[in-house]
Structures are given as C-alpha cells and as structure tokens.
T-cell receptor
C-alpha cells in the first residue's frame, strides 16, 4: 500500500496525559499536512511541512500542540496535557509539487481518532 | 474572510436518481476547488478538482462538478446514484499563490443517504 498511513488509528487517554501520533506520507511527497476534524465539521488545517521545514501553523495549534518532521519523511504530532476539547479525528495528508499548477492536491490518511476522557 | 458553504447538511436520494450537492465559496480570487468524499471512520478521498480551463470537470466514480465564477459555486453532480455513494462529501478551496498555499479550507460537509 503506497498511501498515507497513520498510527494509531484510535487513542483513548485521560485528561492531562500526553499523546503522540505518527504520519507516514506517500514516499515521494515532500509536503505533509495535519488537520483536525470534529464531529459534524469539515477538517480544519493545523500545520504543514515542506520537507523538514514547518512552513505554516494555524491559530488552532495552541502551545500544547507540537509537530515535527525531523528527516523530511514521517511526522509526529504531540498534544501535551490533553483536554476533553482535544477529542477529534486528526488527519494527515501529503502532496507533491505539480508541474501544471503551483498548488498541490492533498492525499489523506485514514486518521487517528482521539478520545480524551 | 475565506469560507466554504455547503448549505445542505443531509440529503437523501433514491438509488438511481440524480444528485446535486451545492458548494459556494467566499474568496479573494478564484481559488483551486476540490471535492472529497469520506466514508464512516475513513480519511478523505479526492473525487475531483478544478485548477483552470474547462469549467466542467470529471472525476472518479462518475461524479462531475461545474465551476461557475459568477455564482462562486462549484456544485457536484452525479446522474445516477448508487447505494455505495452513501457517505459524507466535502467541498474545499485552496490558494493559488501568495498567502497560504498549505491550507485547504473545507465546508462542513453534506451527508448523503441513499434509499433502495
């Protein structure tokens, strides 16, 4: 399977605990994105990387959230001191520069569903 | 502010009937436009995209969408719905240049149910 993979698929944690999610993009894609999706809403952008550089962060990404992509391949998203409001699906996507357009179509992974008790 | 509106939260159609899902956007210029589909518990699959050129675009699974600049719309259509099309559909826009080129803005989605 050469799609975007995410691990774990489900995570249940207690309020105040730290959690870390992993995303492995499509191998030749140099851009990697994180989104959050809550019930009844569309995905909301959190941050994105081009290779190992984090180029943009949403205001949704509070100080408790940190994302890394140390070698420009897989990425991790860590949430410290989780709160019940962090319960959501966390989606990862990747893309590659397109010769025709300056924008990239993003390919999504299956997501990690986080439940904070 | 940039936004995407999908006016219909939930639509039910009979199998074999035609389908149109509405999408309107508010953006400073013509954005890139996308439709994604999400099955329960799954990630998003790209159905089709509009970058430039012909305003009627064809996608996978028999879907098409038409970009209408004057109406700021990008409605998704399918002539004959199959039971397997039951899912949630999301319209999204992205920046062409300048500003944010990493950020897709999504609508809230339209849930499609298909009656036998």
């Amino acid at each position: 399977d050469t799609g975007v993979s995410q691990d774990p698929r489900h995570k249940i944690t207690k309020r105040g605990q730290n959690v870390t999610f992993r995303c492995d993009p499509i191998s030749e894609h140099n851009r990697l994105y994180w989104y959050r999706q809550t019930l009844g809403q569309g995905p909301e952008f959190l941050t994105y990387f081009q290779n190992e550089a984090q180029l943009e962060k949403s205001r949704l990404l509070s100080d408790r959230f940190s994302a890394e992509r140390p070698k420009g391949s897989f990425s991790t998203l860590e949430i410290q001191r989780t709160e019940q409001g962090d319960s959501a699906m966390y989606l990862c996507a990747s893309s590659s520069p397109n010769r025709i357009s300056s924008y990239n179509e993003q390919f999504f992974g299956p997501g990690t569903r986080l439940t904070v008790l | 502010a940039q936004s995407v509106t999908q006016p219909d939260i939930h639509i039910t159609v009979s199998e074999g009937a035609s389908l149109e899902l509405r999408c309107n956007y508010s953006y400073g210029a013509t954005p890139y436009l996308f439709w994604y589909v999400q099955s329960p518990g799954q990630g998003l699959q790209l159905l089709l995209k509009y970058f430039s050129g012909d305003t009627l675009v064809q996608g996978i699974k028999g879907f098409e969408a038409e970009f209408k600049r004057s109406q700021s719309s990008f409605n998704l259509r399918k002539p004959s719905v199959h039971w397997s099309d039951a899912a949630e559909y999301f319209c999204a826009v992205g920046a062409r240049r300048g500003g944010s080129q990493g950020n897709l803005i999504f609508g809230k989605g339209t849930k499609l149910s298909v009656k036998p």
